[in-house]
């Protein structure tokens, strides 16, 4: 491949890593959320994104049945299952914080490996119920979504680009996301409530708010998030297992470090940054290594890039804002 080749596809990988980005970006809010209100790293949140992808699914087979359509339009049925995948999904958030994490936190817990080694228990217990469930309703565990051809419609944009139905999707919704969560925390009673728990949950509750209450409503928010990124990654990439919130959710954990850990904005751009560091090095690394790093060392070249950004500015691009971390 020339160097004009390369050159020539460099807008299809760029905006194959947006897409990626995106979807990153989508779980990275939820983690950031939850960091910004109790300093904790929910590691099962990738499980949580991981159920909102099984949940799409099973509306997807069940109601979209070519054989007997409960509901035939693609789009509409997308939006149910985006719907209930969002749902789904936060509650099981909420119902991990409730039966988790606050008992940690009722008995005055300091040391941060404690819940930090609850939410691994955590994912692996709902990547194991998920097998199961796997196993007794479909009798394996690669479960795939249904394709639709409105969805994969295709539209060809300027430098021979091409983005499939389903691509603008993924954009659309992500950032009606970042927009609706930005409002909802810098100017509503609940993001006020929210800002207000994460600077000093103490004095917050000696004004008149139950931080009880409030963190259950946050892990509401980022678990619906990541319900509403699961169901767009298995659109994308079409095949959903019990482990797939496992390597996803890594990264989006390593885009919300990038971004700065606790900042809204900074969760997004990591993802963005995130995807088209995987996407760029996955296309370029067989090509400018002549075929001795392939496709599969992608990760390790996104992770070392942050590394090494890392090293140089520990909090991130854009910073932890102490003042206002959600």
Do not use: C
């Amino acid at each position: 491949m020339t160097v004009a080749d390369l050159f020539a596809i460099l807008p299809q990988t760029l905006l194959e890593g947006l897409l990626l980005g995106f979807v990153y970006a989508m779980v990275a809010l939820g983690y950031t959320m939850v960091y910004g209100v109790l300093g904790l790293i929910n590691f099962a949140h990738s499980e949580v994104f991981m159920i909102g992808a099984v949940i799409g699914l099973e509306v997807f087979r069940f109601w979209g049945n070519p054989e007997s359509p409960v509901i035939a339009n693609p789009f509409v049925l997308l939006l149910v299952a985006l719907i209930f995948a969002a749902v789904g999904s936060g509650i099981m958030a909420v119902l991990v914080e409730r039966f988790a994490y606050r008992p940690l936190r009722k008995r005055g817990s300091k040391n941060i490996l404690v819940p930090m080694i609850t939410a691994i228990g955590v994912s692996f217990l709902l990547q194991d119920l998920t097998r199961i469930y796997a196993a007794l309703r479909h009798n394996e565990f690669n479960m795939q979504y249904r394709t639709y051809d409105a969805l994969n419609q295709t539209f060809e944009l300027p430098f021979q680009t091409i983005i499939q139905v389903k691509g603008i999707i993924i954009i659309v919704v992500s950032i009606l996301m970042l927009i609706g969560l930005t409002y909802l925390v810098n100017r509503t009673k609940l993001g006020k409530a929210i800002r207000a728990v994460s600077q000093d949950m103490q004095t917050a509750s000696l004004m008149g708010i139950n931080p009880d209450v409030i963190i259950s409503r946050t892990f509401l928010i980022g678990g619906s998030l990541g319900g509403v990124a699961g169901v767009l990654f298995g659109l994308l990439y079409t095949n959903v297992t019990p482990y797939s919130g496992v390597l996803p959710g890594l990264k989006a954990f390593t885009s919300a470090v990038l971004g700065g850990i606790g900042n809204i904005p900074g969760a997004m751009v990591g993802g963005l940054i995130l995807g088209q560091l995987e996407t760029l090095s996955g296309t370029y690394l067989p090509f400018l290594t002549n075929g001795n790093f392939g496709t599969e060392y992608k990760d390790v070249f996104a992770f070392l890039t942050l590394v090494l950004l890392l090293l140089f500015r520990p909090q991130g691009i854009f910073g932890q804002n102490v003042s206002e971390k959600v």
